[in-house]
């Protein structure tokens, strides 16, 4: 079968970071992305001169929720209990910052010059950008709020909480559509296929679930995955695979049309990382992936299928 041999090489292993590196996000530019980590440094690196990064901002606190709005060329920054900031990219400067929550804020997503924001007291906000105002909060649940993913396609928002559950919004006005049980543990990475058909879930318990966005999230697949919690899924540019991380220190690559377990990156096979891997961002730069860890390193890593 083509393309299920894969060949992997770490190109680089970026050091910066004094504390887990928790998120990364893309910029406007394929070979520009930002990490984001515990110890509250929000940090710019080039996959073309990668030894380089540049210092975007210093905060307080831990940034676990970080999103690029590449419209307005603006990063939104979640600062954990102290609400978001927004950063001018072209004049590297702060526009300005809304105090929303004293919670840790987990998840920022956007659509046009909107954001949604989760956070772990379970609320789920909408933002407006350019005022800086909350439009409408809902809160469906007590418990944390970990990860948002939204289908532009079917205009719903889907949120995966800590009460196991997957819940899907309505998008234009936060109402609730469907509720999704399936999941054991706490819901941390959700991530829809490229088309829009299939919504992917991942958590505390090890499992990728597969679910059919029209058939109503009719579940069509459940996969032990992994040993231990699977922190965060990505697609691959051309979506035919799909990565998963896990607190069992591997990255996993998968067909994502077969479903079929191609490639486990590991510290022992691949000089991989040596403590939990917390998020992966699979850049259109050279097909190359990109790994974030609580052992504070950034790893790039070149994949190639035959």
């Known amino acids: 079968m083509i393309g299920s041999k894969v060949t992997v090489s770490k190109r680089n292993t970026l050091?910066?970071?004094?504390?887990c590196v928790y998120t990364l996000e893309r910029s406007?530019?394929?070979n520009v992305f930002f990490s984001g980590a515990g110890d509250g440094m929000v940090v710019s690196w080039d996959l073309d001169d990668p030894e380089k990064g540049q210092l975007i901002a210093k905060l307080p606190?831990?940034?676990y929720g970080l999103h690029y709005m590449i419209e307005q060329n603006l990063l939104l920054v979640g600062h954990n209990y102290d609400g978001i900031h927004v950063i001018d990219l072209e004049d590297k400067k702060e526009l300005g910052s809304l105090n929303m929550t004293k919670a840790a804020i987990f998840d920022i997503k956007s659509s046009g010059s909107h954001a949604y924001i989760g956070d772990a007291s379970g609320a789920l906000s909408k933002m407006d950008v350019n005022s800086l105002r909350v439009h409408k909060t809902v809160k469906e649940s007590e418990v944390s709020l970990r990860t948002i993913a939204i289908n532009e396609y079917t205009n719903e928002l889907a949120a995966g909480y800590s009460d196991n559950l997957i819940r899907v919004f309505e998008k234009s006005d936060l109402s609730l559509k469907h509720v999704i049980e399936?999941?054991?543990?706490s819901v941390f990475s959700l991530?829809?296929?490229?088309d829009g058909q299939l919504l992917l879930s991942a958590g505390r318990d090890a499992h990728i679930k597969a679910w059919d966005v029209k058939a109503g999230y009719l579940n069509l697949r459940d996969i032990a995955a992994h040993m231990y919690a699977i922190n965060n899924i990505d697609y691959s540019p051309d979506g035919k695979h799909f990565v998963t991380c896990s607190m069992d220190k591997s990255i996993k690559v998968w067909d994502s049309h077969t479903f079929k377990l191609l490639k486990v990156i590991d510290k022992a096979r691949h000089a991989g990382h040596g403590t939990s891997v917390n998020?992966?961002?699979w850049s259109s730069h050279q097909d190359l992936l990109v790994s974030a860890s609580d052992d504070r390193a950034i790893s790039i890593w070149n994949l190639e299928f035959t």
């Open 15 to 19: 050091t910066g970071h004094n504390d």
């Open 28 to 30: 406007q530019f394929p």
């Open 61 to 63: 606190n831990s940034i």
């Open 182 to 185: 399936g999941h054991t543990n």
């Open 191 to 194: 991530q829809y296929s490229p």
């Open 279 to 281: 998020k992966l961002l």
